[in-house]
């Protein structure tokens, strides 16, 4: 188990920006390899809700919502060979929302083998991914 933890802060209320990052069909917005984001159950969004996702060189993956507290706290995971739970956590700050995620990551199979190359990666690009979700904000604040 690998858990890299990140935070932001975000130019928006805690609610907008809980709507927006619970919903990962966003993703393809800000995550460049991010290709497709579907949900794929009815209803609106929160425990037991299901999306197929697929990143650059991976197979779909189905992520379900297993913590939905709007607007502090959610939690996704999915399972393979790399299973993912994914917890975000909002608090209001005076300049808008601080963003904190902890992207916990567990390999299986063969997985396990490559795995300490791809945590240098990811680590490098769930930072990154903080940069874009806080740029993605402050566009919307100045489209508002």
């Known amino acids: 188990m690998v858990l890299i933890r990140n935070s932001t802060v975000l130019s ?5 920006a809980f709507d927006y990052l619970s919903d990962l069909r966003s993703e393809e917005e800000w995550n460049p390899i991010c290709e497709s984001a579907e949900k794929i159950t009815d209803g609106p969004i929160g425990v037991g809700t299901k999306f197929h996702m697929e ?16 607007p502090h ?60 979700l806080q740029k993605a904000f402050d566009r919307q604040v100045v489209s508002s």
């Open 73 to 132: 706290t959610w939690t996704m995971h999915s399972e393979g060979d790399l299973e993912v739970t994914f917890t975000g956590t909002l608090e209001p700050v005076a300049e808008g929302t601080r963003l904190q995620v902890d992207f916990d990551a567990q390999p299986h199979g063969c997985f396990r083998l490559i795995f300490p190359v791809f945590v240098f990666f990811l680590r490098r690009h769930e930072k990154e991914n903080m940069r874009r």
């Open 12 to 16: 928006a209320a805690p609610e907008e």
């Open 55 to 70: 990143w650059e060189r991976t197979p779909v993956q189905v992520v379900e919502v297993v913590d939905f507290q709007r």
